[in-house]
């Protein structure tokens, strides 16, 4: 069977013509937080992913033509030093143990790199901001050093997943650049080397936040729902109850611009949240019964001779349970380079059938994701 063409880097049009597929401005980022081999009952946020859909969804992307970048790709694109057209970076927050157990062995037998970024006051402990899965236990020292040879950078996460906003500059210095090399030392190597980028706790920032990140030395960090340059670049979240489809549909542009068509109407958004997001009821003799959920009208999507899962609606970001804006924390406990085509990525999906450009979607600028 054919080997799927590498994702192009510029314009295969002939002159005078316009190519069929249009670059996107940005690559995609991905966000996702836990992985599980069965689906979990006890995480209604929707967090913990099956490592099954992982594969599915990551080998699908590399049978069409998508090309998944390291830290160092992601740059060169921002950098417009190469172009972003499908492109993709996984980013994962937290690091629960499920992430070296499940997921870096799938990531690694495919050749996507990632990024992990973990709260350093937590290393080895639990994550006691998280109500229900309670107490879910985090990487220890030993198991995180052990990722990068894996593909997996460790970025930072603040200290103790507490919100940013509005706290005062001393707490930021300690939640950003003390907590770089606290865990920089946790990994053995310079933090220039080891530790590069940031994700907002909750996606949470504002200005203060920014600034104390970019004085830290870090030169991007991701946010969640909010785009605010290369200090705040937003995700396009992953969770439990996505389909082969609605992962699909959450990687077109026109998913994303609906999203934040919601941003002028907050009211509308949470409900949408609400409803789309709500875990479906389980029965004792028969699969979940489908909730109803709310999504923006897309164009239809071409199908691919790719098995699917049986599908559902497109899901839509986990909702958010944002700590208030007073400054008071939650109660807590206290490089690879880029990525092109490889031999690994050929031989993983080697059997997929030659991808047909008539079912490329073009990746959007930006994204909208949950909890952080």
């Known amino acids: 069977m054919a080997e799927p063409r590498p994702a192009t880097t510029g314009s295969t049009a002939a002159p005078g013509r316009r190519s069929p597929l249009r670059p996107s401005r940005s690559t995609v980022v991905l966000m996702y937080h836990g992985f599980c081999t069965t689906r979990r009952a006890d995480d209604p946020e929707n967090l913990f ?54 997921a870096a062995p799938v990531l690694h037998r495919l050749g996507v790199p990632a990024v992990l970024f973990v709260p350093s006051g937590l290393v080895g402990a639990t994550a006691t901001w998280l109500p229900e899965p309670a107490s879910s236990p985090l990487l220890q020292p030993e198991r995180l050093r052990g990722l990068p040879a894996l593909g997996v950078e460790i970025g930072l996460h603040g200290r103790d997943h507490r919100d940013l906003r509005g706290i005062d500059p001393e707490e930021l210095h300690r939640q950003t650049a003390l907590a770089r090399a606290e865990l920089a030392d946790f990994l053995g190597a310079p933090a220039a080397r080891c530790v590069r980028s ?28 909010d785009d605010a340059g290369p200090m705040a670049v937003s995700r396009v979240d992953v969770n439990a109850t996505d389909t082969l489809r609605s992962f699909r549909v959450k990687l077109m542009p026109q998913y994303r611009r609906a999203w934040r068509a919601l941003e002028s109407a907050p009211a509308l958004r949470r409900l949408v949240h609400k409803v789309s997001t709500r875990t479906p009821n389980r029965t004792p ?68 059938p030659e991808p047909d450009p008539s079912t490329g979607t073009t990746p959007p600028a930006d994204g909208r994701g949950p909890r952080g």
């Open 198 to 225: 940031f994700a907002y706790p909750y996606g949470a920032h504002d200005r203060a936040a920014r600034d104390a990140v970019a004085a830290a030395g870090f030169l991007e960090a991701f946010s969640v729902f």
């Open 49 to 102: 992913v099956e490592v099954a859909r992982l594969e599915e969804q990551l080998t699908w992307l590399l049978a069409h033509g998508w090309e998944a970048l390291d830290l160092d790709g992601y740059r060169d694109v921002r950098a417009g030093r190469r172009s972003g057209h499908r492109t993709v970076l996984v980013t994962i927050d937290d690091g629960f143990d499920s992430v070296a157990d499940l």
């Open 285 to 352: 003799d028969g699969p979940p019964e489908a909730a109803p959920t709310a999504v923006p009208s897309e164009p239809p999507v071409a199908e691919a001779p790719v098995a699917e899962a049986p599908e559902q609606a497109a899901s839509e970001p986990t909702p958010i349970r944002r700590p208030p804006r007073t400054g008071t924390a939650p109660t807590t406990t206290s490089a690879t380079t880029s990525t092109h085509r490889t031999t690994t990525q050929r031989a993983a999906f080697a059997s997929a």
